[in-house]
């Protein structure tokens, strides 16, 4: 056991966009999130079957980048023991008092082993669950926040603290020929992840995954976009990953922020599941079928900023040999 | 050869609904029929796929009821030929000119064999066709119009006049042990049907049906129909017919006309296609699977009116034993 | 807390049928479920996302019926645990060691307070999960089994154990106007239900849910089911449930033993997740949409057997009126 | 009126495979094509709706490449009319007799004014129609045959034959700034097209079109293939053409011969339907979404083989220049 903490799920990301209505009509008109609500540096976006005020928040800012991801716990307990813990390995919570953040009570912020800003909270506000609201659907059918995908210099590192630490499972994996972990999927909820870590120059954040219903869900979101001429956003897919088996389709928004739109995994839920190991050098990890990734999306990924000082985290290379990864989920 | 004129398809429909702002609510709103424009007394409405102005009209009345069923033609001389064939047999085509119908160039009305008043024209005006603005798209993602259905005392008398003298083709018909035609189902663009006939009380409509792109669109539609509280305009599917193998709604407007969505049936082109016949009580011939008819169904169909008089077109009884006809398509 | 044990998911049921061979073409041909292997007197199926190796089990026997419905727990210490809570409420768990059941580690068995044989285990053996052999895939892509819905006399008994002592949460549940609870969904992995309790005579199993991964596999589930002359096996749907959010179809075996097709719940594990209260008269929780269960469907269910002395295990009436539930999931 | 002969719709393909096991592979359990019948020499191959013998001939060789592709005309005497107005051209009908083909009537080839060796017959055996056989159903659901695509030097002399002298429609065309004719979508069924011609050196025949129920059919197509080992037979999509709206897939056999897996057009029986014009310079002609299509796409196509000599058609290069078109639908 990890210790007496319990964390449910990736929860939400703050994103930073240079214009606000460009941003808007990218996700609202194009991507059907609801937009619960807005103020002229905010604005909170949240999945059709979301209770929770909001799961993807755009902040307007100079330039393009990610102030944090977020994890909700279980109790508010559960919050004071997971910053004690932390503490215990030499970092420094700094906390947020309700109210400081709208719709959020406390929270608490810290760098996690790979230097990324991620924060904790047990309690948000809730609005209407729109699940039910069809008349309300867009395209994307846009349901709920699913997962992020970091690119970090070490991922043997993250993985050892996620697991060992913070008692996330391991669903699948890709590694060298010398068992070096090269990328990995890790999961508190029972899918196959919250968080994946891959191999990469960073920290940086690679995309916020959401999870739609189906496939013709990514298929009408990309007719939706092209119609409104976001056909060039589309960066990569759809297609289905080997790893994962998930049906997905990468966009960048105005600002060049990356999405996943992710439907297809499975249930990762039992006790006894083993991790799914993939070569790094198996043609189907990445794509199951399809095309590969353009480099873009191999080298191109959104830096985080200290939400304090409002510089950016410093990156570092990897560790492994850079090799075109072609297996990000 | 039936005659020196082309019948092209069926083309449009004059409903009348006795309250405008109700009906634009379902059929726009709820159905995502697209507006092409409206009066005080008219809305003209169109699918996503369709450059034509409208197909599918409704008009203010003190009663629901419906005032005409129209087919295009292919040329202008079609028009004139189709009329001195009419003539001939002894009816009465009333000519309508130019601008004396919204978007409609000459067209003329006349009764059938069965009483049903018929309209054929060649030349409607084009507008945006939306097929490629899927930002427009709602839940059934309506296409275009595809058939009639009515029915009709003496349906072998309607299927003699229609393929003998209108050059229509049967891809499917219901037979009695007696092998008298129950129902016909007979087509001029090479699908199913353009009009179908089956035994009853009449002349009268049984529903105008469109056509979708796939099932799910049929099942958005129940959804978004649920939630805009039109759950009871559901009368009968999702289901699939055996005859036709097309998947199917049938659905209620707020004054009770019936419209079909439909989807799924097949290539009927081909000079050799010969008719498919299905016995009255085979039981997949309906429903192919899924529940049987209610009897709202069965029983009830919309009156035909004379634009003229403004009276009801009077019906018979059916020529053939009333049986539940599980079988209209 | 309940206590010091983890019940993980709703792990797999065994149903009597008289005919292995009708039950298999059912099952296998009609659903497109995975036979893993079979002998003269069990089938054992599982779904293409499944490595357990089995999540049904038909069993040959002169009359159809349920033998027991089991449940996986984490850790084989948390079986040991569970067994002790149950004992000092006074049940009497019965234990199977490892190989006294094909495939499966030690489990024990207990009858509940609703009287149904549950069982429960942690380990069984792991076999190739088939969720990438496209190739393997029928009409339904039968995935996984998700929950089992039982009728049983006293729902707010049967609530208060698996809440209080079992640890499940409520998801959804239906209450009177007296605030009586008429039907209650609970879970353990983060979806709407792995079991669910409604008011009637019992206890009885009213059918195991399997989960899907979109509508269309159940419009295609239909056309297979159909085309293989098994139409009169469908009982009710295609529909969707208000209730859960579920698209659902409701089978009957060749020996009436019924299952449910099920896609569309929700993420359901935030601790501060609300439980979704429905009247027992609201038209929309049984029906979002789509046609009324039929009469089989409410008074119809399938009686337990004890599996040592064969016996059919006592009905008792319901505790609250019996109305036509139009609300089981 | 081109003459007093009416071409109905494309009909068949014959194509040289040099492995005919390797090839029922691909086509009948990779793609779900119905296999009539086969011997030493042939596999006759038809999609789920057609009642023709086949829509497809697989046929042993030492080379790949294409020996017909036959059109179905009205009537017999239409094939004589249709002779006799080819010759007038000056081109040389040679007949084949009843018999001399498995499951034809007597047809004619010629070589068209492109050097394209087409086939004409009114009358093919019938054979069991599957569309309700739902039990057959693979992944692709495949249909029946849509279309050729063929490349040749000179557009605007083959859309002028096909158009002035067989009757053929214009649907969709590009054109270049200088209103040249790049490519140009035909048809004689009311839908996009029959047959395409596109810029480029030929005669060779880019690919046949195959019809689909919808978007989720090639999806499901992808997966299957990809478990069976055909990924890399994947060439391009799946996306959507701006061009005829098709939602497409393109594969290679596994001797690189080119089909095409289609949805998504629309009808185009009106009279006065006017043909699209798309410039050779617009982005959303080729992929309205989506990723360019690959070299391989754009330079390789399948050769025509005189079936009377055995030897290749000769090929010229294109008239207009060169240039990777993205637009062959």
């Known amino acids: 056991m990890s210790g007496n903490f319990n964390i449910t799920r990736a929860a939400r990301a703050i994103v930073r966009v240079t214009d606000l209505n460009a941003a808007r009509d990218f996700y609202v008109n194009g991507l059907g999130f ?39 716990v279980t109790t508010e307990e559960d919050l004071d023991n997971l910053a004690d813990k932390l503490m215990e390995k030499g970092m420094q919570p700094k906390w947020f008092e309700k109210g400081s953040q709208r719709a959020l009570d406390r929270s608490f912020r810290v760098q996690d082993v790979s230097g990324i800003p991620v924060e904790f909270f047990c309690t948000m506000d809730t609005v209407e669950r729109m699940l039910q609201r069809y008349d309300q659907y867009k395209g994307s059918k846009m349901q709920r926040i699913d997962h992020f995908n970091c690119m970090v210099p070490d991922v043997e590192k993250a993985y050892d603290f996620y697991i060992k630490e913070l008692g996330y499972a391991c ?37 916020v ?3 739609l219903n189906d496939p013709m869900s990514i298929i009408d979101t990309c007719d939706v ?28 928004d105005p600002d060049g922020n990356r999405v996943e739109l992710y439907t297809g995994d499975y249930f990762t839920g039992d006790s006894d599941f083993e991790p799914i190991r993939w070569d790094l050098d198996d043609p189907q990890r990445a794509t199951f079928w399809g095309h590969k990734a353009p480099d873009s999306w191999f080298n191109e990924a959104m830096e985080f900023v200290d939400s304090n000082t409002g510089e950016r985290i410093t990156v570092e290379d990897a560790k492994l040999d850079q090799r075109k990864p072609n297996f990000i989920v």
Do not use: C
């Open 34 to 72: 609801i937009e619960t609500e807005s103020d002229d540096t905010f604005i909170y976006l949240r999945g059709l079957e979301e209770r929770g005020h909001h799961s993807y928040v755009l902040k307007k800012a100079d330039q393009p980048g990610v102030e944090v991801i977020s994890y909700k």
């Open 171 to 207: 669903s699948e994996y890709t590694a060298t020929k010398d068992e070096d972990i090269w990328a990995a999927w890790l999961h508190r909820k029972p899918t196959v992840h919250d968080v994946a870590f891959m191999n990469g120059k960073g920290p940086r954040l690679h995309h």
């Open 209 to 211: 995954g959401f999870w």
């Open 225 to 252: 976009l092209a119609s409104l001429g976001y056909g060039d956003n589309i960066e990569r897919g759809p297609g289905r990953h080997g790893l994962s088996n998930a049906f997905f389709l990468y966009l960048r």
